[in-house]
């Protein structure tokens, strides 16, 4: 087929801009109190399911659970922080790198978390398969992966699709 992976992003760690958290590291959670976390919820966000992977993959979940405030959404997340209502979120790169209202802080280890990966596919019942695969390979050429990039996302493999499943293992 022609469903392929064209670009991926970050788990991280945010804080707001105007009253910035007195965490700098992912591993100051473990010693540094915060009074809430904003992490998307499990139940119905993307965000939320993989930043509760990372919060039970870094054993820091019995520890924080009870400062959880959940964002429907990651923009949800961002809001909370950026307006001081949670001192810290979780959230994906894409969506923090160009918000001036929160600052980056760490980025999850890649092995904490399921890979986050923005796909493409030729649907089977276009009329232009031909077109639809220039414009798949125009998503991979070096320019486009590039200019990605500069917007946050992660390049990923060329063979990477969305087979390789898995689920993290605390």
Do not use: C, M
């Amino acid at each position: 087929g022609t469903k392929r992976a064209f670009a991926g992003t970050s788990l991280v760690l945010i804080t707001g801009a105007a009253l910035p958290a007195p965490v700098r590291t992912i591993h100051d959670l473990e010693t540094v109190p915060v009074r809430r976390i904003a992490i998307g919820d499990p139940k119905t966000s993307s965000v939320g399911k993989v930043a509760a992977q990372f919060l039970k993959h870094s054993k820091l979940e019995s520890t924080l659970k009870s400062q959880y405030i959940f964002g429907e959404h990651s923009r949800a997340v961002l809001d909370l922080v950026a307006k001081g209502e949670a001192e810290v979120g979780v959230v994906y790169r894409t969506d923090a790198a160009f918000n001036d209202k929160v600052r980056i802080l760490d980025t999850a280890p890649v092995e904490s978390h399921t890979p986050v990966r923005y796909g493409v596919a030729a649907a089977w019942t276009s009329k232009h398969i031909s077109a639809a695969g220039d414009f798949i390979e125009f998503l991979l050429s070096p320019q486009i992966q590039t200019l990605l990039q500069e917007f946050g996302f992660d390049r990923v493999p060329s063979d990477a699709g969305f087979k390789e499943r898995r689920e993290v293992k605390p």
